[in-house]
């Protein structure tokens, strides 16, 4: 076997000048063909890539490669989400600005996405801290002003106070921020809103549509646009009146929200949240209702505090206790609850807490009621203590109370949506500047469009601590109103970051310098065929991207609902992590025979999680790709584990995917050192060759299904779900194949360099650097890349088993194994069974009473009982 050396570094650089000097990754608009646009979610220039960029950028490309090589004009862009508050967080620790830092984390991030050969389009590369970029941000704010989809109004909001600055409700979790993990709490500002309840009901309706995207995503989506019909009923405060000043007066109400107006009559007593504009005035003790505020939002704990009020129960006239409680959330419903504990186990475990008393009003149809409740009963029943409506099933019973309550003037029918509007004001510097301006003569006032974009300032303190930095930069803030001329002042706060990413799949559409929403541009690649990113965008930028759609629509700007056809959540990169009580996490390096190298004592092997560097089991992808290759971590991540499944980081793992390259190399080496240079086997003699291969007893026939075989599952495995290790290890078995064929045999070299051909292509989406050197040494030196060559076409006659195996089964048990010619109709594979040797044997004496056939599987034949 010759002796040729796989050096990936050379080979890889080399490929990739290569690419870039041709341009062969340029997209260009052409009607003539069939467009696929393959789009991963963009990353936030951090300075470093990860592994789980790796993974989620190879995914991609693997697609684009694919799909190039099927004809397809495939778009496959990449830029930046640049602005945020980890920018301004480096500026204020290393007192560098913003810009700068961003800049040179773009500059390092991208020379990296380019070692792994990942196939972009370059010439679309933006950056959305770029004022080109931001100014569209500002002319979509303006426009959905001027629709009524923008508005400013005094809300409490959530207040990060580590970030010091405003949080959608999509960035809480469990009552911390979505980015640093630090308290949040409630705090009263002006804000700039978007209106995208306005779409709600579009919103959830076209969940309906999305048959490309995972269930679970969709189920998010749903649950959090959070449709419920139900009815809106008032509750009057007790003693009390009209509200005057938030201080309730003669005939007050409380309006509360209920799905479950069935369990009116269960009602005990009802809870406010704590930032109901009541809660202040109805409370007698300040001290416990901040420690409910403080609690507020809070999933793991339910802090309550009695308000020293009670309310009427419209339904029965009874006297409840009027509690303020830190799980009731003011942006769902009306921030008031009726509690029914029989019935809600948050309620039920709520009465348990504070002694509060349980009235079951469902029992099970025709079921025993016990004593006393353990747990909720949130079953359906027969309706309980229910006045009129006792004796009623309880979901036929919800319509006609509703009508008693409006008979009365106590309530009404409504659909209710979880879903609120999108606070977008930031009180940070690095983002967009809102482009609006205060006059005292006109009120507030856009910017004109002829203005924009309203650039940031770049000579701006940056504390991190109070309200907006912008507020202190007198040349920014000082200006002149646009109507009258007159002086005014500029809006200081910054649009949220998720503004920047909720259109920018249609910038892509056109290259830098080309018109942003080009209309023959957008007509002819949007929507995106392929979107891939993390599932913990399910709700916050996905759910905008269809807001920020239908808005465009509803401008002119494109003729769709859905921005993404079909989405795949890529799984997490996780690794093993290590424990020293002393020292903490420590780097696997720095365990040797289970001890911490540093003290001696034993390090505890804990569980696998997502790489994090504060786990310190992050695998550094320069380091991984000097050593390996980009294509050999390539393979590694795409083989590991199905695309959506997290994968879990292997050294011996990247070991093979390295053996299994050099293994293809040397091997294809081998085939050009038999081949003869001056009849190179292609072209007409390929031809001869598949013809002849498919002749009965042809000794190389074998191979040549083989590798028919395999074209067919790797392109299934690509096409049907994107199982691409399903593809690779199909890949693995064909080389194995070729690795016996070899050996055994001697006159050969046309099936093996038609097997190497078809290898080779098959892998080239995989492992592009090693695939496009040893395809143009495979071609002895033809200019054309892999990728402007066509997919191998499968030819399913070639594919097809020539002989099977056949299993015979007598009363159950295996009698019998034979080879038939493939495609025999059924009564010839009976007759072929019952003919066989050994089953004869095991029949002789036996009266058959039954042969079943399991075509291409086995034969079973059932004989009488005596």
Avoid at 174 to 194: I, N, S
Avoid at 633 to 656: N, T, Y
Avoid at 796 to 813: F, P, Y
Wanted: glycine share 8%; charged share 25%; hydrophobic share 40%.
């Amino acid at each position: 076997m010759a002796e040729r050396y796989y050096h990936p570094s050379e080979i890889e650089s080399k490929w990739q000048k290569n690419w870039r000097d041709a341009g062969i990754d340029t997209t260009e608009r052409d009607p003539g063909r069939e467009k696929f646009y393959c789009l991963e979610m963009f990353p936030y220039p951090s300075g470093k890539i990860h592994m789980g960029h790796i993974r989620n950028y190879v995914i991609g490309d693997v697609i684009t490669r694919y799909k190039k090589m099927n004809g397809f004009n495939v778009l496959h862009p990449m830029g930046w989400d640049a602005f945020g508050l980890p920018a301004e967080n480096a500026a204020i620790n290393n007192g560098i600005h913003p810009s700068i830092w961003t800049e040179e984390n773009i500059v390092s991030m991208k020379a990296q996405i380019e070692k792994i050969g990942a196939s972009y389009d370059w010439a679309r590369e933006l950056a959305t801290c770029r004022p080109e970029y931001y100014r569209w941000n500002q002319w979509f704010f303006i426009k959905m002003y001027e629709r009524g989809l923008a508005y400013k109004k005094n809300s409490l909001v959530n207040w990060c106070q580590s970030c010091a600055t405003v949080l959608a409700n999509e960035q809480v979790i469990d009552g911390k921020c979505w980015r640093c993990d630090g308290d949040v709490v409630q705090k009263e500002l002006e804000q700039w809103f978007f209106r995208i309840t306005a779409y709600a009901e579009e919103l959830l309706a076209g969940c309906d549509t999305l048959a490309g995207w995972p269930d679970h995503v969709v189920a998010m989506q749903k649950n959090w646009i959070g449709k419920s019909y139900g009815a809106e009923v008032d509750f009057q405060v007790a003693g009390s009146g009209d509200v005057a000043g938030g201080v309730p007066g003669p005939g007050s109400t409380i309006r509360i929200f209920t799905t479950r107006p069935d369990t009116l009559f269960g009602v005990t007593f009802m809870c406010l949240s704590p930032l109901h504009p009541l809660a202040a005035s109805l409370c007698e003790n300040a001290a416990e209702l901040e420690m409910v505020k403080n609690a507020y939002g809070k999933a793991d704990e339910k802090v309550g505090v009695f308000t020293g009020k009670y309310a009427i129960n419209p339904v029965n006239g009874e006297s409840i206790p009027i509690y303020v409680a830190n799980f009731v959330l003011m942006q769902y419903g009306t921030g008031a609850i009726m509690s029914v504990p029989a019935h809600d186990q948050r309620d039920f475990e709520f009465a348990r807490k504070y002694g509060l008393p349980v009235r079951r009003v469902i029992i099970p149809d025709g079921g025993v009621v016990s004593a006393e409740l353990q747990s909720a009963y949130e079953e359906d029943g027969t309706l309980a203590d229910s006045g009129q409506f006792t004796g009623r099933h309880n979901r036929d019973a919800i319509k006609s109370i509703i009508g008693y309550l409006k008979e009365k003037g106590k309530g009404e029918e409504v659909v209710n949506f979880k879903l609120r509007d999108w606070g977008i004001s930031r009180q940070r510097y690095w983002g967009t500047p809102i482009p609006i301006v205060y006059c005292r003569n006109c009120g507030v006032v856009p910017v004109p469009e002829t203005r924009l974009p309203v650039i940031l300032p770049p000579d701006v303190k940056l504390t991190g601590k109070g309200g907006s930095p912008l507020a202190e930069a007198e040349s920014f803030v000082n200006t002149d109103c646009p109507k009258c001329g007159a002086p005014a002042r500029r809006e200081t706060d910054t649009m949220d970051t998720f503004v920047d990413s909720s259109w920018y799949f249609v910038r892509f559409c056109g290259k830098s310098g080309e018109p942003p929403l080009d209309g023959d541009n957008i007509k002819y690649f949007m929507p995106v065929d392929q979107y891939i990113g993390g599932v913990e965008h399910a709700v916050l930028h996905l759910l905008y991207s269809r807001f920020f759609t239908r808005a465009m629509r509803d401008l002119g700007i494109v003729g769709f609902d859905e921005p993404f056809t079909r989405l795949l959540t890529q799984g997490m990169v996780c690794k093993e992590t290590w424990k020293c009580d002393e020292h903490g996490w420590i780097f696997p390096e720095e365990v040797k025979d289970g001890k911490c190298i540093h003290c001696g004592r034993d390090a505890l092997r804990g569980r696998v999680e997502k790489m994090s560097k504060s786990k310190k089991n992050v695998v550094a992808p320069d380091d991984i790709i000097t050593k390996y290759g980009a294509d050999t971590v390539r393979v590694f991540a795409l083989f590991a584990a199905p695309p959506e499944k997290d994968m879990e980081w292997s050294d011996q793992g990247v070991e093979g995917a390295s053996r299994f390259l050099n293994r293809l190399w040397t091997l294809v080496h081998n085939i050009i050192g038999k081949r003869n240079p001056i009849n190179p086997i292609h072209g007409e003699r390929v031809k001869c060759f598949e013809a002849e291969a498919k002749m009965p007893g042809v000794s190389y026939g074998n191979l040549f299904r083989k590798t028919h075989q395999t074209i067919r599952k790797v392109t299934t495995a690509i096409e049907k779900d994107y199982h691409f290790n399903t593809a690779i290890a199909a890949l693995m078995e064909l080389l194995n194949d070729m690795y016996s064929f070899e050996s055994s045999v001697d006159k050969g070299d046309a099936a093996m360099f038609y097997a190497a051909s078809k290898m080779v292509l098959l892998l080239s989406p995989f492992a592009p650097h090693i695939c496009e050197e040893l395809w143009r040494e495979l071609k002895m030196g033809s200019n054309g890349s892999i990728f402007l060559e066509p997919w191998p076409e499968l030819d399913e006659s070639a594919a097809k088993e020539e002989e099977l195996e056949l299993v015979v089964q007598v009363d159950g048990k295996v009698r019998g194994k034979q080879m038939i010619p493939a495609g025999l109709p059924e009564e010839a594979v009976k007759s072929a069974a019952l003919e066989n040797e050994k089953v004869r044997d095991h029949l002789a004496g036996k009266t058959v009473k039954n042969v079943m056939v399991v075509r291409g599987k086995l034969v079973s034949i059932v004989t009488e009982k005596r």
